[in-house]
């Protein structure tokens, strides 16, 4: 990864571990709010919630170092969980662009859902 894309994704990432959070505790508050369940239903489902969610925190941020080796292959997995828009994805160089269109796309095309597969 080349100087002016580290530094945005730099940048970028501590506002990427911003969103995925406040998307946990967004599906959190939603489940605690959802009368149709009982209230034990709702802390269950709540704790079942925030143990998934660590999970994928930790896969989305943990995994990875924050090394400039590991860079592009961490942005990939953002970009996949929807944390970096497209918008900001515009500001990296096209190299660095075109791969993770790529990868994106391949992902699209063999039907990749489940980020553990990969």
Same mark, same amino acid.
């Given at each position: 990864?080349?100087?002016?894309?580290?530094?945005?994704?730099?940048?970028?990432?501590?506002?990427? +571990?911003?969103?995925?959070?406040?998307?946990?505790?967004?599906?959190?508050?939603?489940?605690?709010?959802?009368?149709?369940?009982?209230?034990?239903?709702?802390?269950e489902a709540?704790?079942?919630?925030?143990?998934?969610?660590?999970?994928?925190?930790?896969?989305?941020?943990?995994?990875?170092?924050?090394?400039?080796?590991?860079?592009?292959? +961490?942005?990939?997995?953002?970009?996949?969980?929807?944390?970096?828009?497209?918008?900001?994805?515009?500001?990296?160089?096209?190299?660095?662009?075109?791969?993770?269109?790529?990868?994106?796309?391949?992902?699209?095309?063999?039907?990749?859902?489940?980020?553990?597969?990969?």
């Open positions: 990864m080349n100087e002016s894309d580290w530094k945005l994704y730099s940048a970028l990432r501590p506002l990427a +571990h911003e969103r995925m959070c406040i998307r946990i505790m967004e599906a959190v508050e939603r489940t605690v709010l959802d009368r149709s369940l009982a209230p034990y239903e709702r802390i709540s704790e079942e919630l925030l143990k998934a969610s660590q999970k994928e925190l930790y896969w989305a941020f943990g995994a990875f170092r924050f090394s400039r080796n590991e860079a592009s292959s +961490h942005l990939l997995g953002l970009c996949v969980r929807e944390l970096i828009t497209p918008d900001e994805l515009t500001g990296f160089s096209e190299e660095t662009q075109g791969w993770i269109n790529h990868c994106l796309a391949d992902r699209e095309v063999h039907g990749i859902e489940d980020l553990d597969a990969e």
